[in-house]
């Protein structure tokens, strides 16, 4: 897949992208299990479909498969729920010992309606069932958020780079829901050597006036764009992403530890708490 936007006569292309955005998946990675080397089964990968990476390149990486590496299963079997979780499950027809998971993964209920649960995280996300999803799970298992997910991509980093030489970011993402749109939308819950957020507050719109509010979600606008690829059911749990202005990859702060954490909108400024 390739966007090549228009860009006016004179004028230049988006800020960040050059005038061509390719997403290039990486096909052939097998079912991760737990433990596995994912550095070793993406560069198998790209070897097997005789890609290369290059320097500037985005590694978009399921959250999936991070998280099943890193050995973040729980198996249902050894759940025992408590009153709370049996309740909420037999009023909605849920998991108990699912539903268990959920709170035990949660610092906060933000709602509980409809069986619906919308929890906040460790990580400081807010998001349906704290992240916890029996798709694409061993039986009778959930699989968990990475227990830090910027460290998760800093790792797969350091590991392909290490091995291609080439400079890369990386960013691991999840699906999920938003409030006042229907339909779910890819998202960066970590992420390492990527601008993950652009700043334009200070600069000028076209007409001259200062722009005093906007700052994009880079790394969750290049998440979006990656699921068009990855899908659902695809079995594409990783992809390329090439094109981004190369003079904002892997430069600052991003490139030595501000992650997707620094999306997270802080607590002072959430007018829905």
Do not use: Y
């Amino acid at each position: 897949m390739s966007v090549d936007p228009e860009t006016p006569s004179g004028g230049s292309s988006a800020a960040g992208v050059g005038q061509r955005l390719e997403i290039v998946a990486v096909p052939g990675i097998p079912e991760v299990r737990p433990g596995d080397d994912l550095v070793e089964q993406i560069l198998a990968a790209l070897e097997g479909a005789r890609l290369e990476l290059r320097d500037h390149d985005i590694v978009v990486v399921a959250q999936k498969i991070v998280s099943k590496a890193e050995q973040r299963v729980v198996d249902l079997a050894s759940v025992r729920p408590g009153r709370m979780a049996r309740e909420w499950a037999e009023r909605h027809g849920k998991d108990a010992r699912q539903v268990q998971v959920v709170l035990d993964e949660s610092v906060r209920i933000v709602r509980m309606d409809r069986g619906v649960m919308i929890c906040e995280t460790r990580h400081g996300f807010i998001c349906a069932n704290a992240g916890v999803d029996a798709s694409n799970a061993p039986p009778g298992c959930v699989l968990l958020l990475p227990s830090d997910p910027d460290a998760s991509a800093r790792q797969l980093r350091v590991g392909l780079q290490g091995a291609t030489g080439a400079r890369i970011g990386v960013i691991v993402t999840d699906t999920w829901g938003r409030p006042w749109r229907l339909g779910i939308t890819n998202v960066a819950i970590g992420a390492s050597g990527v601008p993950v957020l652009r700043d334009h507050r200070g600069e000028q719109d076209p007409a001259g006036r200062p722009i005093r509010v906007t700052v994009v979600a880079v790394a969750d606008e290049l998440a979006a764009a990656a699921e068009l690829v990855m899908g659902k059911v695809s079995r594409i749990p990783a992809v390329i992403v090439r094109g981004l202005e190369s003079g904002r990859l892997d430069e600052g702060p991003n490139a030595s530890g501000c992650g997707a954490g620094s999306l997270v909108r802080p607590t002072e400024d959430d007018l829905f708490r």
